[in-house]
């Protein structure tokens, strides 16, 4: 006489929650730009974006964090992976919303794939998720990002070079972040 319904699913309360979440969005979306956040975003990302494409300028941060620029093409290589994920990671994490984090890493990667090689460089390999990994596991992020850049640099086997290395990946991380947090305050985003 009565049926056993329990494998029937009721579907009106997910699209309502998914209805709620879209207006949400829509009213964050509406606020960033109203507010002129949006637009900050993109020129912030952009802004970095020609930072990391200018040489002299790469080299001049390099040099302010490490004292000289690394002799092999392959390290200078890790060195500006190691400078473009530490400053993703601080849009990521620094701007007032995750929609301008979205916007301002958008607006970089869009202005640096104009650049082809670069952008190669920066998507081919497997370097910014070993360096997610390591800033998600550990205790401290600049330990972490060292001991990360040594093994990218192929320095696990040469003990005499493995703290310099750790040392540099640190000071690069460090000084890219505080660099890249300095600009972001420059920009005035409203919270």
Not at 40 to 65: C, M, T, Y
């Amino acid at each position: 006489m009565f049926n056993d319904d329990s494998d029937i699913k009721i579907f009106g309360k997910s699209l309502v929650d998914d209805k709620n979440e879209a207006a949400l969005l829509l009213e964050q979306v509406n606020r960033q730009r109203a507010n002129g956040n949006t637009e900050k975003a993109r020129k912030l990302g952009v802004h970095l974006a020609e930072i990391f494409l200018n040489d002299e300028e790469i080299n001049s941060h390099i040099a302010s964090a490490v004292g000289k620029i690394p002799s092999t093409e392959y390290v200078m290589e890790q060195v500006r992976i190691l400078i473009v994920f530490s400053a993703q990671w601080c849009l990521s994490h620094r701007l007032p919303a995750a929609l301008l984090s979205n916007t301002a890493v958008n607006s970089f990667y869009d202005k640096i794939s104009q650049t082809k090689d670069v952008y190669d460089d920066l998507s081919d390999g497997p370097e910014f998720s070993f360096y997610s990994l390591a800033v998600r596991q550990a205790e401290t992020s600049a330990q972490a990002i060292g001991e990360t850049f040594k093994k990218l640099c192929d320095r696990d086997n040469d003990e005499s070079n493995d703290e310099d290395y750790v040392e540099l990946g640190k000071r690069i991380y460090n000084k890219t972040v505080e660099e890249v947090v300095a600009i972001i305050d420059k920009f005035n985003f409203t919270a």
